[in-house]
């Protein structure tokens, strides 16, 4: 069995979380609530997270360091969750060089949509919205195609014991 612990903030990356853990019959837990479990009776830890300034999800970055401290030895991989096709190969080097070489990883799009922000993060997220419609751009969404492809890499390639 595989666990997946998500760190996403308006809901891009849990839906992408859930749509994993379906097609892989995972766990799923919500990284933000801290959990704290022993992970060791799992076959492999999936983290997902979200990209805001460029930059993976701060959480994701200090909760995987002490993860990494805990359980080095554990195989993990990662899915990426950002609106910026564009820059999908920077935010795949970035998760390569965090995770140990060979982790499976994916950049599997997102949505932008303001219904769960709040003050700047709202009115960037609007401006954003309103120059994609302005220049009749294709809206961000999740690539479920990429979510399923990644399930079937995650199935095949899973650690022997
Ligand atoms: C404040 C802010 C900054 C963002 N910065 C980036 C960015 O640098 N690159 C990118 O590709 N997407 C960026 N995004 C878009 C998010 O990565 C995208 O909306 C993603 O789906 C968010 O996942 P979530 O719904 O779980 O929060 C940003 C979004 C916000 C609100």
Same mark, same amino acid.
Request: proline content about 6%; charged content about 25%.
């Given at each position: ?37 022993? %992970? ?40 990426? %969750? ?80």
């Amino acid at each position: 069995m595989q666990l997946i612990i998500y760190f996403g903030t308006y809901g891009s990356t849990e839906e992408a979380a859930n749509k994993l853990a379906s097609f892989l019959k995972a766990d799923v837990l919500n990284g933000l609530t801290k959990p704290k479990i022993n %992970v060791n009776n799992y076959e492999r830890v999936v983290f997902g997270y979200n990209i805001h300034g460029g930059k993976p999800n701060k959480s994701f970055l200090k909760y995987y360091k002490r993860f990494q401290r805990r359980y080095p030895k554990m195989p993990v991989a990662a899915f990426i %969750v950002a609106a910026d096709g564009n820059r999908k190969g920077d935010y795949l080097s970035q998760a390569a060089q965090l995770l140990p070489a060979g982790s499976p990883l994916a950049f599997v799009g997102g949505r932008l949509d303001s219904i769960n922000a709040k003050g700047l993060s709202k009115v960037i997220i609007d401006n954003c919205l309103k120059a994609f419609k302005s220049n009749d751009l294709p809206l961000p969404k999740l690539d479920e195609e990429k979510l399923k492809d990644f399930s079937l890499e995650l199935k095949e390639k899973l650690p022997q014991f």
